[in-house]
């Protein structure tokens, strides 16, 4: 890790009581990390003393918040380092920065994802009860932050279970597309399995909210997107956060441009749709 004078120290423990909350799907390209990267440098710019941890071979995450490769850095430590015993999860804590500026964001911080997150499975092969591998990594982190955010995969791999498993609250993240709304059922599947061996930890038992996003706006755009939309709202009740997240072509944009969008064009409409997202959270007011 780099032991450059001008990197922050990270928080130490305050006795706060952190919010964990897992953002998950049985499908890939649900928008997870897009979500997370915007829900983190929004609580942040409100505050909050924000920690992601993803958990993707894709790194999508800690591309948005300022690592592009972090494999190709020697210097800086990742997940898979963590897991390896070559350093803490508190000494892999790396700060936020902007891609674009290069610019610290303040409050925010995050653990690097590797490219070589598909061999956790193999690491922990001869682990006991391996599913709770983040269960047992994770109080290293907690009372430190307010919020963390776990970025799954887009599968039920062990990434995954051990965020369900850590998780304080579940975020199913859909859109509304027939591929992503079935991802909810294969999520709430997975949920409950892992409830039978996990409950008495305390692991959630059910979804606690669902974020839809690249919702069309109306009718006209394509009535089957809309009424997958309408039956998700319908099946799940409250547990759908207002707003959906309507398409907008500021994300891909912002996707490119290696930052969140409520940081790339924060009067986008999708910025502020985020921004009321993370509010409905009770992320921050």
């Keep these: 890790m780099s ?24 499908s890939a390209g649900s928008g997870k990390s897009t979500l997370a ?5 929004q609580a942040a710019a409100h505050g909050r003393t924000v920690c992601v941890l993803g958990l993707d071979r894709q790194r999508d ?17 990742t997940l898979i380092d963590v897991i390896d015993g070559i350093c803490t999860l508190d000494e892999a804590l790396v700060p936020g920065r902007n891609s674009k500026t290069k610019e610290l964001i303040p409050g925010l911080w995050l653990v690097l994802e590797s490219s070589k997150l598909d061999t956790l499975s193999v690491k922990l092969a001869g682990v006991t009860a ?7 990594l994770l109080p290293q982190l907690l009372g430190r932050f307010d919020i963390i955010l776990l970025d799954c995969p887009g599968n039920m791999d062990l990434g995954t279970q051990g965020a369900l498993i850590a998780g304080t609250e579940i975020v199913g993240c859909t859109k509304s597309q027939e591929k ?18 996990f409950g008495f930890m305390g692991m959630r038992d059910s979804l606690d909210w669902i974020v839809i996003g690249e919702g069309v706006t109306g009718v006209s755009q394509g009535k089957v997107y809309f009424d997958i939309e309408k039956q998700v709202r319908a099946a799940y009740g409250d547990l759908v956060v207002y707003p959906t997240i309507r398409d907008d072509v500021k994300v891909p944009e912002a996707y490119s441009a290696s930052l969140p969008v409520t940081l790339y064009n924060p009067k986008a409409e999708a910025a ?7 509010q409905s959270m009770k992320l921050y007011d």
């Design 3 to 26: 032991t450059d004078i001008a990197t922050p120290i990270p928080p130490v423990s305050k006795g706060r009581t952190t919010r964990v909350l897992t953002l998950a799907s049985g």
């Design 37 to 41: 990267a915007a829900l983190a440098e």
């Design 61 to 77: 995450v800690s591309r948005l918040l300022g690592y592009d490769n972090p494999d190709a850095d020697e210097d800086l430590a």
């Design 130 to 136: 391996r599913e709770m591998w983040l269960h047992r």
């Design 180 to 197: 992503e709304a079935r991802g909810l059922t294969e999520l709430e599947d997975k949920i409950a399995d892992l409830h039978k061996s």
């Design 272 to 278: 502020t749709a985020y921004v009321k997202v993370g």
